[in-house]
């Protein structure tokens, strides 16, 4: 029997998080209603941002830029720390509101303010590594070298389904990095933002003298996001939701030459060869597969399967699916919670049509009804075997479909995880090194990310995350991501009484 949140009591619980978290009371009357999917109640009607008002934050954020970037790093890397700092002290509370408003378990709720955590603490370092090379000039009494400066404003547009982690992958980078930061979050999760925003004024007051609009907010949906896009002020837009949002997006800023950090969607395969370890495949799996209501960029949504061990593994997957406990997220037990909305629920249903329509046998994928709770759309995982690559299968549907084909040879296991439009996340189960190292080659998968035996989600922020082809190519948090948040010069010094030129060019005058 599952257990389900109680109507009526949500709207208060989130409004006591927020004021404990010290969001103003102003921010929190409006006309964008802002429903929680764990009973499908609009929680709180807040105020939107307006065509002046975006407009006038941009202006705010740019002067912000211009005093902030005279800062050292290092002393910036002091307001990075106590962010992480005051996030810490939020944890609990932040938490429990990515719960409230995106629908997902305690511990992922909590996991994504950890993470948060951890990408202060690795900007806190970077804030004293932002290091340029000296390279070797060809020139006689000469020195050349890169230097790397602020950029100016950076626009970070972000997805529901990670409200708040996204934000932070950015603007802990782009703070040390000497820029000022505008946030357009999603429409379906605002309360997790401008609790974030209250959570950064608080670490800024302690630091005392940070300019007035290093941070800020746009909210309101794609509209306001568009007015972020065409600004000219913002040299940096990095865009995290679906490819359809980033085929809109990436035109747009390509049009005004500004950068664009992509960061769409992915369709993550997973192949399971002969030798693997199936007790560890069948956990990754699960995780991967099941784990945020398979509503993560990197959700495993395709498991390409040896044919040797086909009948093995599905046939422990299956039970898996069916056991599985769906319901509270913040109940003991519950590993999925529900889907964001009703769209996602029909878009799910129509998916899961498609894919019995191309031949796929269908396991689980009903929704779970909740008494009392008509606009909440919880459902039960589905695995869905399937003849082929079809159709259906290529494309990411943003629930917990699990897609399983077989094989016989890897180099057509490769070519079916490789023949998509994604290129996100990937892994394989293995044994053999040598499947190992094929798929980890230039000539193995092609996404930005790609594990062996563990799954393709749950990424570490010490790591470049992004990915290629319809993913958008972006990349954020660990890595050299940083360079993606300031210019970089090079510099040749002349400390001779001479002119030579390079190339041996002569120019006597
Ligand atoms: P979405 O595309 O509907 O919205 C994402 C954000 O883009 C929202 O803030 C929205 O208001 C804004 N937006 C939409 N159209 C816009 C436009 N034309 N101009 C400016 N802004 C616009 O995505 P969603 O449903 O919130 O999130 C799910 C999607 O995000 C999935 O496809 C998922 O794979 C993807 N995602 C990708 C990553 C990644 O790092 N690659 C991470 C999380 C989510």
Not at 129 to 154: C, N
Not at 180 to 192: D, I, M, Q
Not at 344 to 358: H, T, V, Y
Request: with cysteine; charged share 20%; aromatic share 6%.
């Amino acid at each position: 029997m599952s257990a389900f949140p109680r109507p009526g009591t949500i709207a208060a619980e989130a409004r006591a998080i927020l004021d404990r978290l010290g969001v103003p009371a102003a921010a929190l009357s409006g006309d964008l209603p802002v429903r929680s999917p764990l009973t499908g109640e609009i929680i709180a009607s807040i105020a939107q941002t307006d065509a002046a008002g975006a407009t006038a934050a941009i202006g705010t954020a740019q002067e912000a830029f211009l005093a902030w970037r005279a800062i050292p790093g290092p002393r910036r890397g002091e307001l990075v720390r106590l962010m992480g700092e005051e996030l810490r002290a939020a944890k609990a509370d932040l938490g429990r509101l990515v719960t409230l408003e995106a629908g997902k378990i305690t511990s992922e709720g909590l996991g994504e303010v950890q993470e948060m955590i951890d990408i202060c603490d690795y900007a806190v370092g970077l804030s004293r590594q932002l290091q340029g090379l000296t390279i070797a000039t060809e020139r006689p009494d000469h020195r050349m070298m890169e230097t790397w400066h602020p950029i100016g404003v950076v626009g970070v547009i972000s997805a529901f389904n990670f409200p708040v982690a996204v934000w932070s992958w950015n603007s802990a980078l782009a703070f040390v990095c000497g820029d000022s930061v505008v946030w357009k979050p999603s429409e379906k999760t605002p309360l997790t933002a401008l609790a974030t925003q209250a959570i950064f004024e608080k670490a800024a007051a302690r630091f005392g003298g940070v300019p007035a609009g290093l941070s800020t907010l746009l909210i309101g949906g794609k509209e306001v996001g568009e007015a972020l896009v065409d600004d000219k002020r913002v040299p940096v837009v990095s865009a995290t939701g679906s490819t359809a949002m980033g085929r809109a997006v990436g035109p747009r800023l390509a049009a005004r030459f500004a950068r664009a950090i992509l960061e769409l969607g992915g369709n993550n395969a997973a192949i399971v060869c002969p030798t693997a370890d199936l007790d560890l495949a069948v956990r990754g799996i699960a995780f991967a597969a099941m784990g945020t209501a398979g509503q993560r960029c990197t959700t495993l949504r395709r498991l390409i399967v040896h044919e040797s061990n086909y009948d093995a593994l599905v046939s422990r997957l299956k039970p898996a699916y069916g056991s599985v406990k769906v319901g509270d997220p913040a109940a003991a037990g519950t590993l999925i919670g529900p889907l964001i909305d009703k769209a996602a629920f029909d878009g799910m249903q129509k998916a899961l049509e498609a894919a019995r329509a191309q031949g796929g046998s269908v396991t689980g994928g009903a929704r779970v009804e909740a008494e009392g709770l008509a606009e909440a759309y919880y459902v039960r995982p589905a695995l869905v075997e399937m003849p082929g690559q079809s159709e259906i299968v290529q494309h990411e549907t943003f629930a917990p479909i699990l897609y399983v084909m077989r094989y016989s040879d890897f180099d057509t296991a490769l070519a079916l995880h490789n023949g998509v439009p994604q290129g996100l996340s990937s892994s394989i189960f293995t044994n053999d090194l040598r499947e190992a190292e094929r798929f980890l080659s230039a000539a193995g998968s092609d996404c930005g990310i790609a594990n062996v035996n563990i799954g393709p989600s749950g990424a570490e922020i010490g790591g470049a995350f992004g990915g290629e082809k319809e993913t958008g190519g972006g990349r954020e948090a660990g890595s050299d991501s940083w360079k993606a948040y300031m210019r970089r010069a090079t510099n040749t010094i002349n400390y001779g009484s001479t002119l030579p030129l390079a190339q041996g060019v002569t120019f006597d005058v």
